[in-house]
């Protein structure tokens, strides 16, 4: 196993730094703690570099709020000056990481994502049933996988490759600074939904089961999206045997056990329901919920544009993204019916409401409801 030494330095110069701000101010520039921020920038990063070099530097507290992804996420947000620490040891870490990564980890990494993920699981549950004539997918997710990630192991896993004493002593703040409500009296366990961190740590932490489920239990068919992960193969009783491991593995190694109500083993024809879509032998749907949550946040978008809460550029960024979801399925009717529905709707009357508001009937307005699984983390 390669080591790595003498990287603090590099983590925290200047030069890091001022790249680390580049990479984090990305579409933030209109956020007013950022431009607080980038008002006396030459000295908030001066001042930053001192503090790390002479190891002041203290992780601030985070401003928590809660964002719907459809699910209701807890989201810990913080400070700016932290967030660039934590892209500053991200720049260095994650090269040194990325490539001990598994092919099929599609999570938070350059040119994966879902729709990567997803197309590769078509292409595997294919070839099983195109050889074998059945195709089974064991699907598993980690119940509570980010309040349950352990502080120790987590560090330990790092503090393999990483052999330089400041630089751990930086990334155990970082550990450190967040215990979720899981652990709060021990405040060893957990890592913040909306740290760019936590995309890495998370990672690290799930590659050792990735290396397990491909060098100790051979599975040649498996794919992992940051918790939630897919092993396909012709023998269903082979794969109930596969979860047993797992279960043991993760509650052994990791600390980590999986969900009760999501594990399932599902046979090809049924349709495996992974990330958005079914796939099926020969087509891939968007999965039942997603088409009927796309029609209705569509139109509440719509209504919250008419309502003048929303700009025209932002319901279009809707509109377009909802398309390039629906682009990645056979869905050519239900991309038409959305896109008369969508200006049918443009088109109609509005209801008479105060500036600023919604009707009623719609619900509250969540200022993230459109957010992307990811797009909380920073």
Known sequence: MKVYRNLFSRVVSTENLLEAWDDFKKGKRRKSDVQLFERHLEDNLFQLHRDLTRKRYRHGEYVDFYVRDPKLRHIHKATVRDRVVHHAVFRLLNPIFESTFV?????????????????????????????????????????????????????????????????????ETIVESFASDVDQKTGIKGAPIGNLTSQLFANIYMNELDQFVKHELKAKYYLRYTDDFVILHHDDKYLALLKDKIADFLKTHLDLSLHPNKVQIRKLRQGIDYLGYVSLPYARVPRAKV???????????????????ISEESLMRSFDSYMGFLVHADSHKLREKLHQQFWQWVKEPSRQTKKGQVSKDQGPILLSQEAEPHSAFE
Do not use: N, W
């Open 291 to 309: 088409r009927r949550r796309i029609f209705r946040k569509l139109r509440y978008r719509i209504r919250q544009f008419k309502a003048g809460l």
């Open 103 to 171: 092919a099929d980890s599609y999570s938070c990494r350059k040119r994966k994502g879902t729709h990567k993920g997803v197309a590769r699981l078509g292409v595997y549950a294919r070839k099983v049933f195109q050889t074998r004539g059945v195709c089974f997918a064991l699907k598993c997710d980690i119940r509570q996988f980010f309040p349950t990630i352990d502080h120790q192991v987590l560090l330990e896993i790092i503090g393999r490759r990483i052999k330089d004493r400041d630089l751990m002593d930086l990334i």
